[in-house]
């Protein structure tokens, strides 16, 4: 079974920063393209970043350029998103999805499996 579990997530000051993790089981990592979303209450899951399956290509929302950053370690078989420089407007449930693909995509309905979800809050 695809298993995606998130974990990293917590209360932070604004200007601070967070580093998610996600650990996929072998099967969905090793040829998946992953990516990070996010979701508030009541809106809908938008993308945060992605990266392809070799991890030489990313992609990101542009309200996060430049202080988010997107990687992978395939001997963990580990994503990882590092967030700086963090604001109020960054709080939201996060997701790690994997996707069939091998490129990144934005779009949430090219995932196939996803995780639980971590809670990010960022104070003022």
């Known amino acids: 079974q695809v298993q995606l579990v998130e974990s990293g997530g917590g209360l932070v000051q604004a200007g601070g920063s967070l580093r998610l993790s996600c650990a996929a089981s072998r099967r969905t990592f090793s040829r998946s393209a992953m990516g990070w979303f996010r979701q508030v209450l009541g809106k809908e899951r938008e993308f945060v970043a992605g990266?392809?399956?070799?991890?030489?290509?990313?992609s990101y929302a542009d309200s996060v350029k430049g202080r988010f950053t997107i990687s992978r370690d395939g001997a963990l078989n580990t994503v990882f998103l590092q967030m700086n420089s963090l604001k109020p407007e960054d709080t939201a449930v996060y997701y790690c999805?994997?996707?069939?693909?091998?490129?990144?995509?934005?779009?949430?309905?090219?995932?196939?499996?996803w995780g639980q979800g971590t809670q990010v809050t960022v104070s003022s």
């Open positions: 999805a994997a996707s069939a693909l091998l490129t990144t995509s934005n779009v949430p309905r090219a995932y196939d499996f």
């Open positions: 990266i392809d399956w070799s991890g030489d290509s990313t």
